[in-house]
C-alpha cells in the first residue's frame, strides 16, 4: 500500500516525474535523439543562480525530440497547467519551426508522437 501510494500520489494518479520517466524510455528503447530538461530541480539558491549562469531558462519543454524538432512539456493527467514562462518558450519554439504539445501524461504524449510517425 505505502508503494502504491508514493507512485500515485494523493489524488489517484501518477506524478509527473513517473510520466516523463515512462516517456524517456519510450524514447530509449525506439533509439530517438532526445534529452530532457531538468528545471523542475528545487535546491539552494545559490544552485539556481549558477544555473541560470550556465543558461537555464525558465519556461523550457520538459523535453526536446531533435528527431523531427518537437517540444513536449510534460503536465499530469489531470490539474497540471502552463505558466506564463511555459506558454512563451512553447511560442518561441514554435514560431521557429518545432512541433509543440502540452502532454496530460506519458501515454497522450506518446499517442502524439505516434500520429506525427515518430
Given at each position: 500500500?505505502?508503494?502504491?501510494?508514493?507512485?500515485?500520489?494523493?489524488?489517484?494518479?501518477?506524478?509527473?516525474?513517473?510520466?516523463?520517466?515512462?516517456?524517456?524510455?519510450?524514447?530509449?528503447i525506439r533509439g530517438h535523439f532526445?534529452?530532457?530538461?531538468?528545471?523542475?530541480?528545487?535546491?539552494?539558491?545559490?544552485?539556481?543562480?549558477?544555473?541560470?549562469?550556465?543558461?537555464?531558462?525558465?519556461?523550457m519543454p520538459d523535453f526536446l525530440?531533435?528527431?523531427?524538432?518537437?517540444?513536449?512539456?510534460?503536465?499530469?493527467?489531470?490539474?497540471?497547467?502552463?505558466?506564463?514562462?511555459?506558454?512563451?518558450?512553447?511560442?518561441?519554439?514554435?514560431?521557429?519551426?518545432?512541433?509543440?504539445?502540452?502532454?496530460?501524461?506519458?501515454?497522450?504524449?506518446?499517442?502524439?508522437?505516434?500520429?506525427?510517425?515518430?
Open positions: 500500500m505505502r508503494r502504491q501510494r508514493a507512485v500515485l500520489g494523493e489524488i489517484g494518479q501518477p506524478y509527473e516525474w513517473r510520466e516523463s520517466q515512462t516517456l524517456a524510455e519510450w524514447l530509449t532526445f534529452c530532457h530538461i531538468p528545471n523542475e530541480t528545487r535546491g539552494p539558491v545559490a544552485w539556481h543562480r549558477k544555473r541560470k549562469a550556465m543558461g537555464v531558462q525558465a519556461g525530440i531533435f528527431d523531427g524538432r518537437m517540444a513536449i512539456e510534460m503536465k499530469r493527467r489531470r490539474g497540471g497547467r502552463l505558466s506564463d514562462k511555459q506558454k512563451e518558450c512553447l511560442i518561441k519554439l514554435a514560431d521557429r519551426g518545432w512541433r509543440v504539445y502540452v502532454a496530460a501524461g506519458a501515454g497522450d504524449a506518446i499517442d502524439w508522437l505516434v500520429s506525427l510517425g515518430l
